[in-house]
């Protein structure tokens, strides 16, 4: 069982989650002018990644909101949680520009700016080191 | 179509003729509470409004105005008299309030909401019928609650007043602290009768002697 840290509640458990597969697919600007197999890449090809993985998450269960996560795919290991429309950060906390989301301002259902938060995994030793982006979790929240 | 005349009463106006979501376990609940170590009940038919605003907007601070503030981030439950504002999402929120605040009862909580809302951006929408309620009190209801719940509890990291959108028997459930030995659960109309019966059988060894 993963123990998720979504911006807006704090750790909790990973059924409550729903996973949202590969961040930072660009909707294509002009779909009509793609070709069919073009589409098809677009809509059902994705990386299989070994290693850090930047994936959408969905606490579907709690806040309902949407927010980005790198994730090593052989450790599980969570190395950032960061919100939706925002830059993937790379292991050392430098941010490489986005490639590219529907939306590349942040999301402003998501509390916080755009830094990414890793509290409540155990990745701080590679964290990135200018968060300013703290979650707002109550007590209670986190266990 | 034949039209069919307007009942003398009908099932808005007179509680009687309503059947709650767990009105079946009303008999069970009462055989399986365990008087001064863990009573569960139904409440049912509380008005619940959801709502979705910004809290910043011009709109959002006119529904704050009306229901006593609109509470600022996860666990957090404002409100002012009998209405309560549980903390849903950023932009979402619950209004949990007594059964009388309803439209079709007279009250006038969701009419003055929705006009609180007003053209401005999000939604006043009657959820009365999308949950029910149950209430769990008692010295053993955290030790109920802990069978099937995964987050932290205990009171020193859940204090009363705290509200939060989780799971509890594997369900998606709303969990309102209201005291320290008194919780609420708003479970879907459709799981209230799973959950009523996962909260029966979990409390069911505290009716037996303790073992030492
Ligand atoms: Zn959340």
Known sequence: MLLISCPNCGSRDETEFHYGGQAHVPYPENPNELSDRQWAEFLFYRDNTKGAFAERWLHSTGCRQWFNMLRDTVTYEIQAVYPMGTPRPDAAGRVTPDTGTASTAADSTTTGNASPDISGTNASATAPSTSSFSTTAPEGATK | ?212
Request: proline share 6%; aromatic share 6%.
């Open chain 2, 1 to 212: 179509m034949a039209e069919t005349a307007a009942p003398a009463t009908s099932y808005e106006k007179n509680l009687s003729l309503r059947i709650s979501p767990a009105a079946q376990l009303r008999a069970a609940f009462e055989t399986g509470s365990v008087r001064d170590v863990v009573e569960l009940s139904e409440k049912a038919f509380l008005t619940m409004v959801g709502l979705r605003v910004n809290r910043d907007s011009d709109a959002g601070q006119r529904i704050a105005a009306v229901i006593g503030g609109l509470p600022a981030g996860c666990g957090s439950v404002s409100g002012s008299g009998d209405a309560s504002v549980l903390w849903l999402g950023p932009e979402e929120f619950l209004v949990i309030a007594p059964t009388e605040a309803h439209e079709s009862l007279g009250g006038g909580l969701i009419p003055s909401l929705r006009e609180a809302l007003g053209d401005g951006g999000g939604q006043v929408v009657d959820l009365s019928a999308n949950r029910t309620t149950f209430e769990l009190t008692g010295p053993r209801s955290r030790a109920v609650l802990e069978k099937g719940c995964a987050l932290d509890l205990h009171p020193r990291a859940l204090k009363a007043g705290t509200a939060l959108s989780t799971e509890i028997g594997n369900i998606p459930v709303v969990l309102w602290k209201t005291g320290e030995e008194t919780f609420r659960l708003f479970p879907r109309a459709s799981f209230a009768d799973f959950l009523g019966r996962w909260l029966l059988d979990a409390m069911r060894e505290y009716a037996s002697p303790e073992v030492p």
